[in-house]
């Protein structure tokens, strides 16, 4: 009985690790609609406190912040492209909570 419980826990941990690894670089889902050049993806959003540093850091996928996306297979969640859009995103919140006060 030991041993089933034993197995049991080790094939469990191995698929939470397993399932880790499929998400480290931020995407969540990739989907290509286009052969080779358009894609849907869906990956995490960067922390904002990191958005002017130089290495951007992405939040953890259990935060629910996601970042739905639609364009070329090549984008990155953490690339060039995604740092400006969600910089100007922070920008526009900053803005709007600026104003109301």
Same mark, same amino acid.
């Given at each position: 009985?030991?041993?089933?419980? +034993? +197995?049991?826990?080790?094939?469990?941990? +191995?698929?939470?690790?397993?399932?880790?690894?499929?998400?480290? %670089?931020?995407?969540?889902?990739?989907?290509?609609?286009? #052969?080779?050049?358009?894609?849907?993806?869906?990956?995490?959003?960067?922390?904002?406190?990191?958005?002017? +540093? %130089?290495?951007? /850091? #992405?939040?953890?996928?259990?935060?629910?912040?996601?970042?739905?996306?639609?364009?070329?297979?090549? /984008?990155?969640?953490?690339?060039? %492209?995604?740092?400006? /859009?969600?910089?100007? /995103?922070?920008?526009?919140?900053?803005?709007?909570?600026?104003?109301?006060?």
């Amino acid at each position: 009985m030991k041993w089933l419980n +034993t +197995t049991a826990t080790v094939l469990l941990l +191995t698929g939470s690790l397993a399932g880790t690894a499929l998400g480290a %670089d931020g995407v969540l889902s990739k989907q290509e609609l286009t #052969l080779g050049s358009y894609c849907h993806m869906k990956f995490t959003a960067m922390r904002p406190k990191t958005l002017a +540093t %130089d290495q951007p /850091e #992405l939040k953890h996928s259990d935060t629910g912040d996601v970042i739905d996306y639609y364009g070329p297979c090549a /984008e990155s969640p953490n690339g060039k %492209d995604q740092v400006t /859009e969600q910089r100007q /995103e922070e920008l526009r919140h900053w803005r709007d909570y600026q104003s109301r006060g």
